[in-house]
């Protein structure tokens, strides 16, 4: 029978695995757990339990859902012939917070990289040449990060979509709203330099 203390160790890795956690991170929240068995531990195992059984991909975004098509490709509403692309399921939530978008998405499921080794056949950019025709897609809104990964996955998007006649942008780059320059990198305001607009200025 195992000791209980190493059932406890192996929680606490378990927990040290997640993003943004490390060993004495993952001690702590694993002892606050104990401490409260019944009001926190518990619920969260039940939580857990239920989400690994229902949790699956959309068979046609990727996003996270919990039957083979989510509530936004299900919606005939987001049918606006939009399709915004994302790294990853936890952009595309950012961008519903935002409440900005009423289209639909598409989860690549990361960005190129030679360094870690994803090349095109990792990402879903096939599905998404596929979508484009399928759904009558007027336009692809490129939300991919401002790096050189992001930007090559762009790129090599462009190209792959490029036959089919489809409206192309990307998100614009720069000064975030209330920012100031003083407070910005190098890197932020080149950007919003070159994605400068015409100033009108009301009388």
Known sequence: MADARDE??????????????????ARRMVLHLLQRRDTTLRPLVVALDRVAQTAQLCTQCGNIATAPICDICADPKR???????VEDVA???AMERGQAFSGR????????S?????????????????RIASENIREVILALGATVDGQTTAHYIAEAVEQTGVTLSALAQGVPVGGELDFLDDGTIGAALRSR?????AL
């Open 105 to 112: 998405y598409h989860v690549l499921g990361g960005t190129l």
């Open 197 to 201: 607009r015409a100033f009108l200025h």
């Open 79 to 85: 049918a606006t012939g939009e399709i915004c692309v």
């Open 8 to 25: 406890i160790d192996a929680l606490i890795s378990q927990f040290a695995r997640l993003p943004g956690l490390g060993p004495r991170s």
């Open 114 to 130: 030679a360094l870690d080794s994803v090349g095109p056949e990792d990402l879903s950019i096939p599905q998404l040449v596929d």
């Open 91 to 93: 952009d595309l939530w």
